[in-house]
């Protein structure tokens, strides 16, 4: 029976450091908290990770602009396709134009 009662002080030691080490824990995070709100430490939080971001973008970008170019142009050439198009169409004869001479076989 000595030998049980012997580990259950060893056991409620253990404890009892293991919770002070949680509380000294807490205390730490409260002093923390109270130099910095946790509204500042999502705001620098969020700032840090899009300066990070935003510099492998930059680095990305320098390593493929070919590719960067060729977007860019896709992109611009989508935006401009009903202008472009309608611009297009007007320098193709059709059929209404009298100086084309359409091929009767070709309608069949």
Known sequence: MKRLADQLD???ALRDDAWGVVMDDVTLM???LDQ???G???KDRVSTTSKGLAGDAVKAAGDHRALLGASALGLALWLGRRPLLKTLGGLLPTRDDPDVAIDESEQE
């Open 10 to 12: 060893r056991d409620r």
């Open 30 to 32: 409260r002093a923390d």
């Open 40 to 42: 500042r430490r999502i």
């Open 36 to 38: 910095r709100s946790l």
